[in-house]
T-cell receptor
Framework: QKEVEQDPGPLSVPEGAIVSLNCTYS??????FMWYRQYSRKGPELLMY????GNKEDGRFTAQVDKSSKYISLFIRDSQPSDSATYLC???????????FGTGTRLKVLA | GAGVSQSPSNKVTEKGKDVELRCDPI?????LYWYRQSLGQGLEFLIY????????KSGLPSDRFSAERTGGSVSTLTIQRTQQEDSAVYLC?????????????FGPGTRLLVL
C-alpha cells in the first residue's frame, strides 16, 4: 500500500462546478500538507500549504485537513477551463524535508 | 525574477550510457530537491540538498544514481549505465527552506528517454 493514495481520474466537470479533490494517507506522522497544480509538460506549482488540521482558504481554493481520518481535500469553486490540470497532493512529517506525493488527479473543466 | 531552470529539456540516450542532468535553482535558495516522475506515478523523491550537503538521499534508486551540488547553487544528477526503466521526467525544485513555510519552486523538468 502506498503511503499516499489519490484517485488518478480523469475527473470531468462543467464550467462553474465545485470540484472536490482528495487524498488519503497512512502515516500519522505527516504534519505538513500541500496541493500542487501541474499543467501538461510543466513543473508543479504550489497552490495551498496547510499545517496540521483545519481549513485554509485562498480565493476559489479551499484546503481541508482531517488528521483523525488521515484525509485531505482541495475544493475549487466556480471552476474554469483554465483549472484543467493535474492536481497533486504532497505531505511530510516534522524533522524531515522529504515530501511524499500522491499520483495526481487529472481534472478537466469543460466550457 | 528567474525561476528554476533545468537542462537539457529532453534527452534521448542508449541503454548503458551515462547522463548528466543539470538544475539551476533560484538565486539564494538554500534547499534543492530532485524528483522523478514516471507515467501514471506521482513525484518520487530522490534527494534533498541543504547548501552543498545532502542530508537525505534515501530516494536514490540505486548506486547508478548520484547527485552533487556546488557553491550552494547548481546541482547535477548523474545516472550511470542507464536502463530503460530510468526513462522518466526528472524534476528539480528549490526553496528557501525557512522554518515551516518553505515553498518549493519547480523547474520544467528534463524528459529522459532510454532506448
Amino acid at each position: 500500500q502506498k503511503e499516499v493514495e489519490q484517485d488518478p481520474g480523469p475527473l470531468s466537470v462543467p464550467e462553474g462546478a465545485i470540484v472536490s479533490l482528495n487524498c488519503t494517507y497512512s502515516n500519522s506522522a505527516f504534519q505538513y500538507f500541500m496541493w500542487y497544480r501541474q499543467y501538461s509538460r510543466k513543473g508543479p506549482e504550489l497552490l495551498m500549504y496547510t499545517y496540521s488540521s483545519g481549513n485554509k482558504e485562498d480565493g476559489r481554493f479551499t484546503a481541508q485537513v482531517d488528521k483523525s481520518s488521515k484525509y485531505i481535500s482541495l475544493f475549487i469553486r466556480d471552476s474554469q477551463p483554465s483549472d484543467s490540470a493535474t492536481y497533486l497532493c504532497a505531505m511530510r512529517g516534522s524533522g524531515t524535508y522529504k515530501y511524499i506525493f500522491g499520483t495526481g488527479t487529472r481534472l478537466k473543466v469543460l466550457a | 525574477g528567474a525561476g528554476v531552470s533545468q537542462s537539457p529539456s529532453n534527452k534521448v540516450t542508449e541503454k548503458g550510457k551515462d547522463v548528466e542532468l543539470r538544475c539551476d535553482p533560484i538565486s539564494g535558495h538554500t534547499a534543492l530537491y530532485w524528483y522523478r516522475q514516471s507515467l501514471g506515478q506521482g513525484l518520487e523523491f530522490l534527494i534533498y540538498f541543504q547548501g552543498n550537503s545532502a542530508p537525505d538521499k534515501s530516494g536514490l534508486p540505486s548506486d547508478r544514481f548520484s547527485a552533487e551540488r556546488t557553491g550552494g547553487s547548481v546541482s547535477t544528477l548523474t545516472i550511470q549505465r542507464t536502463q530503460q526503466e530510468d526513462s522518466a521526467v526528472y524534476l528539480c525544485a528549490s526553496s528557501l527552506a525557512s522554518g515551516n513555510q518553505e515553498t518549493q519552486y519547480f523547474g520544467p523538468g528534463t524528459r529522459l528517454l532510454v532506448l
